[in-house]
């Protein structure tokens, strides 16, 4: 079950409620989706604005409906996500138990512990670390 920690919900309404603002009548659901590839194998991508291509189960997470494409369901199945502020600025956190690497922020994660990682999107390539 995905759980999503009090001031993870917090910012996801308020970024549902500017996406309503801007279109009125728009469901409230916040979209997961897993891309390939990046920093590691996946990378989260959470959003409000546009549901991914694929088709999705909706899980009820407190007041929040959260999207995410029904194959990748087991790849997210215990994931916690947080939100938080730091000198660099508020953004998710995400805790995968899943995960057995993690990129330097936190937002791509490898399966498999033998998996290159990069620990900073500015990197040119791939590197085992
Ligand atoms: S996605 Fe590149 S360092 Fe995290």
């Known amino acids: 079950m995905v759980q999503i ?11 549902l409620q500017r996406q309503q603002a801007s279109a009125p009548g728009q469901a409230s659901v916040v979209y997961l989706a897993l ?19 694929q088709s999705t189960t909706t899980l009820n997470c407190g007041d929040l409906g959260l999207a995410i494409p029904t194959d990748q369901l ?23 138990p899943l995960a057995q690497r993690t990129c330097g922020c936190g937002n791509a994660f490898a399966l498999n512990p033998d998996t290159p990682v990069t620990q900073d999107c500015t990197a040119p390539n791939l590197a085992a670390v």
């Open 5 to 15: 920690r009090p001031a993870a919900a917090q910012e996801l309404n308020r970024l």
């Open 35 to 53: 891309e390939p590839g990046g920093c590691a194998d996946w990378t989260y991508c959470l959003t409000a604005d546009q549901p991914p291509p």
């Open 74 to 96: 087991d790849l997210v199945k215990d994931l916690v996500i947080d939100y938080a502020e730091d000198l660099m600025g508020g953004g998710f956190r995400f805790i995968n």
